[in-house]
């Protein structure tokens, strides 16, 4: 990778979390979760509920060869992701 490639993927990561990706690894996108709630919500997509440690829930699709997710507490997840089910 040479310094200018650096810079521009730097600069697309960024922008990407400025737009509510938090963090990517591989090909799996934590996404901010009022953001997931609105593609969720635009796009009609079906997603899968998964308890986690600590009384939260993992809120997941797959799109194009990636992985988004999101992980609220159950409060949250019942007062944001209810209304989607």
């Known amino acids: 990778m040479t310094l200018e490639q650096l ?3 730097a600069q697309a990561a960024k922008a ?6 938090s963090v990517m690894w591989g090909n799996e996108v934590l996404v901010n979760p009022q953001v997931f709630l609105e593609i969720l919500e635009a796009n009609n997509l079906s ?4 308890p986690v440690p600590g ?3 993992q ?3 797959e799109l194009g060869g990636f992985k988004y997710f999101t992980i ?3 409060k949250t997840y019942a007062q944001m ?4 089910a």
């Open 7 to 9: 810079v521009k993927h």
């Open 16 to 21: 990407a979390n400025d737009n509510g990706i």
């Open 47 to 50: 997603r899968t509920v998964n």
């Open 55 to 57: 009384g939260n829930v």
């Open 59 to 61: 809120l997941k699709f």
């Open 72 to 74: 609220v507490n159950t």
């Open 81 to 84: 992701f209810e209304k989607t």
